[in-house]
């Protein structure tokens, strides 16, 4: 009984690999990434994996002010303090990865600002990164 329960595992994972979008990581947000503490990466990183098999992580919520499901941020709890990872699942060519950064305003909970604004800025440049994904598949 063993066997079978692992081969349908594996046939399970097998054809979840064939539907895994690739992951784009725009602008400095994968030294962004690398430069949180190792616990933080590692919650980012499965989070980002889930999205690439079309799920969503329990710490994943949809990031306001963008008009949809589309923008997700997960948000992780530290020692050291808040810290958050913002992606996009807004295109079928990939999950991009727009901003990762430690929270450091004192005053509630909104994302600030700022960071929105280079939130705003790296959802632009993926939508066209998406577009030029898309004109390569027709073009072959």
Known sequence: MKS???LSLFIYNLSM???EKPLEWIGSSHKDLMALPSDVRRLFGYALSLAQV???HDAAKVLKGFGGAGVIEVVEDDVG???RAVYTVKFKEAVFVLHCFQKKSKRGIATPKEDMDIIRARLKVAEAFAKELR???TAY
Do not use: L, M, P, W
Request: a negative charge; proline letters at 0%.
């Open 135 to 137: 004109n390569e598949k």
């Open 4 to 6: 079978v329960a692992g």
């Open 17 to 19: 690999n064939d539907e």
């Open 54 to 56: 079309g799920d969503q």
């Open 81 to 83: 303090g808040t810290y």
